[in-house]
């Protein structure tokens, strides 16, 4: 079964950095976009990042743009966010989530999230 | 704040039958798929309904999706208390060259 695994979340003080990993097993990773989306305390779901099947293409929500960068290393079926110039309103549960498809389409499956906290 | 609209909560009693709208504009919902997502508390989104109305194996046919010009709407029939939770809709958007999540409608089963 498609199963999707985040880790590296923590409490990072403003203006650091961290690196998010997503291990990916049950499918062929290589064949799928994947997206990171975030979800603040009592929020909604924003999306932060997509990133296409062979890593070719990548897109970015306005808000992290120039801060954040999504990364795939398909020879071990991990995804990757690095998270840097990090602010308060980042604080956020990050899910990683698989794309319907090659590119960036809509999510299907989702991890279960990794908690970052911003804080001093 | 979200670039697809929908109401903040809605309610119904069990067996009853609750409709969730979602509004966007032609550059999200106009021009692509919609998508449904549930929310149980605590846990991960999980797809309900993917290309405005299909929904993947696993998802009861009480779940349904439609989708007409720039607005689309979730209909849940036969109401059951575990169907209490939050429920997102998400399209993409040309704009913004990326999804867009509405803000999100938290059912409650009276």
């Known amino acids: 079964q498609v199963q999707l695994v985040e880790s590296g979340g923590g409490v990072v003080l403003p203006g650091g950095s961290l690196r998010l990993s997503c291990a990916a097993s049950g499918f062929n990773f290589s064949n799928y976009g994947i997206h990171w989306v975030r979800q603040a305390p009592g929020k909604g779901l924003e999306w932060v990042a997509a990133i296409w099947f062979d890593g070719s293409n990548k897109h970015y929500a306005d808000s992290v743009k120039g801060r954040f960068t999504i990364s795939r290393d398909n020879s071990k079926d991990t995804l990757f966010l690095q998270m840097g110039s990090l602010r308060g309103e980042d604080s956020a549960v990050y899910f990683c989530a698989r794309g319907k498809g090659r590119f960036a389409n809509l999510m299907d499956y989702w991890g279960l999230g990794t908690r970052v906290t911003v804080s001093s | 704040q979200s670039v697809l609209t929908q109401p903040p909560s809605a309610s119904e009693t069990p067996g009853q039958r609750v409709t969730i709208s979602c509004s966007g504009i032609?550059?999200?919902?106009?021009?692509?798929?919609v998508y449904w997502y549930q929310q149980l508390p605590g846990t991960a989104p999980k797809l309900l309904i993917y290309r405005n109305n299909l929904r993947p194996s696993g998802v009861p046919d009480r779940f349904s999706g439609s989708k007409s010009g720039t607005s689309a709407s979730l209909a849940i029939s036969e109401l059951r208390s575990e169907d209490e939770a939050d429920y997102y809709c998400a399209a993409w958007d040309d704009s913004l060259s990326g999804p867009m999540f509405g803000g999100g409608t938290k059912l409650t089963v009276l």
């Open positions: 032609t550059s999200n919902i106009g021009s692509d798929y």
